[in-house]
């Protein structure tokens, strides 16, 4: 009976217990057309996910409710959230589980490797949950778990999204030492709604870490995306891409908030797609080599079509750089 009451209590755990006394934030706008996605079904889909079960893996795309899901992995494309399922941090937009978090799988960066070649995949995404309670952050399961793909699957191209390793000293190091194809880390809003939406973050920390991870490697890619739709400005949004550009960022994505459950942060407005568009082409003038910029626009969304693209503007550019005048 002590089996059954611990399976009960698990069934019933709150995924998101710092929100829990919350007043709801009711949606108050009906979700526009452009925002409304099939739901899954396909074969594929159900393929993909009998990998990822497999190989006892978890993927942002569900722990995040990414929207795409249906898309993405009719595709075979998935992201893979390693470092467990919990994350130490509290955001305000996201959907993953907050709390005490789960050990570290040591086959993980192994599994990883495994169902990448399984998936088929070109390229890969990798990210995590926070792990504030880890010496390097996760930063050694990062590179290790890139070091299993470049073993077995070398052709595979490896990007990683990954937390600000706020206060671990070394950890970035560590993770570019790896030699990731492309290094990834979301700024997510602008810097006036850090304390409500990202309160165990910080802006410029953030910044940094994207501006280090350059001068640590300069010929890594770097790239970087904010969420709109939570009540900051055109002006604010053009003041983040003009410090993503000083940070030597490459890349850039913007997609809509939407709003996991009702005590999460509500969403401000519905960004028009014809803004979206005029983000973009702001992006462009201000020197990013690849703009993702759309309603449903996320960071691993066309990863690696986005990839192959950046590889060949980067090059361009390069060889612009060194053409003889």
């Given at each position: 009976?002590?089996?059954?009451?611990?399976?009960?209590?698990?069934?019933?755990?709150?995924?998101?217990?710092?929100?829990?006394?919350?007043?709801?934030?009711?949606?108050k706008k009906r979700k526009p057309n452009w925002l409304r996605v099939r739901a899954a079904s396909s074969e594929t889909y159900q393929e993909t996910r009998a990998i990822i079960r497999d190989f006892n893996l978890h993927t942002v795309c569900e722990e995040a409710a990414c929207p795409n899901i249906a898309e993405c992995w009719s595709k075979r494309h998935a992201t893979m959230m390693i470092l467990g399922s919990i994350c130490t941090r509290a955001c305000a937009f996201c959907n993953v589980a907050t709390g005490k978090p789960d050990q570290v799988d040591p086959n993980e960066p192994e599994n990883v490797a495994k169902s990448v070649i399984k998936l088929g995949l070109n390229h890969v995404v990798i990210t995590s949950v926070d792990r504030d309670d880890l010496p390097d952050g996760g930063a050694g399961h990062f590179a290790e778990t890139i070091l299993q793909i470049r073993k077995?699957?070398?052709?595979?191209?490896?990007?990683?999204?990954?937390?600000?390793?706020?206060?671990?000293?070394?950890?970035?190091?560590?993770?570019v030492g790896a030699k990731p194809d492309v290094f990834?880390?979301?700024?997510?809003?602008?810097?006036?709604?850090?304390?409500?939406?990202?309160?165990?973050?910080?802006?410029?920390?953030?910044?940094?870490?994207?501006?280090?991870?350059?001068?640590?490697?300069?010929?890594?890619?770097?790239?970087?995306?904010?969420?709109?739709g939570l009540g900051e400005t055109a002006e604010e949004v053009n003041q983040v891409m003009d410090d993503m550009r000083?940070?030597?960022?490459?890349?850039?994505?913007?997609?809509?908030?939407?709003?996991?459950?009702?005590?999460?942060?509500?969403?401000?407005?519905?960004?028009?797609?014809?803004e979206f568009e005029t983000y973009k082409i702001r992006a462009f003038s201000k020197g990013f080599l690849i703009v993702s910029s759309s309603p449903l626009t996320r960071s691993s969304y066309f990863a690696g079509e986005d990839f192959a693209k950046l590889r060949a503007a980067r090059n361009a550019h390069l060889a612009d750089k060194i053409s003889p005048i």
């Amino acid at each position: 009976m002590k089996g059954l009451a611990s399976i009960s209590k698990d069934k019933v755990r709150v995924r998101h217990p710092e929100k829990a006394h919350k007043p709801d934030n009711l949606v108050k706008k009906r979700k526009p057309n452009w925002l409304r996605v099939r739901a899954a079904s396909s074969e594929t889909y159900q393929e993909t996910r009998a990998i990822i079960r497999d190989f006892n893996l978890h993927t942002v795309c569900e722990e995040a409710a990414c929207p795409n899901i249906a898309e993405c992995w009719s595709k075979r494309h998935a992201t893979m959230m390693i470092l467990g399922s919990i994350c130490t941090r509290a955001c305000a937009f996201c959907n993953v589980a907050t709390g005490k978090p789960d050990q570290v799988d040591p086959n993980e960066p192994e599994n990883v490797a495994k169902s990448v070649i399984k998936l088929g995949l070109n390229h890969v995404v990798i990210t995590s949950v926070d792990r504030d309670d880890l010496p390097d952050g996760g930063a050694g399961h990062f590179a290790e778990t890139i070091l299993q793909i470049r073993k077995y699957s070398p052709s595979t191209t490896v990007e990683v999204l990954t937390p600000d390793f706020r206060r671990k000293t070394d950890a970035l190091a560590i993770v570019v030492g790896a030699k990731p194809d492309v290094f990834n880390h979301n700024l997510e809003t602008v810097p006036r709604l850090y304390t409500t939406i990202r309160p165990g973050a910080r802006y410029f920390n953030s910044l940094h870490l994207l501006y280090s991870a350059k001068e640590m490697d300069p010929y890594i890619s770097t790239k970087s995306g904010i969420m709109v739709g939570l009540g900051e400005t055109a002006e604010e949004v053009n003041q983040v891409m003009d410090d993503m550009r000083s940070a030597k960022v490459d890349c850039i994505t913007i997609g809509q908030y939407m709003q996991p459950t009702p005590k999460h942060h509500a969403v401000d407005r519905f960004v028009s797609p014809e803004e979206f568009e005029t983000y973009k082409i702001r992006a462009f003038s201000k020197g990013f080599l690849i703009v993702s910029s759309s309603p449903l626009t996320r960071s691993s969304y066309f990863a690696g079509e986005d990839f192959a693209k950046l590889r060949a503007a980067r090059n361009a550019h390069l060889a612009d750089k060194i053409s003889p005048i």
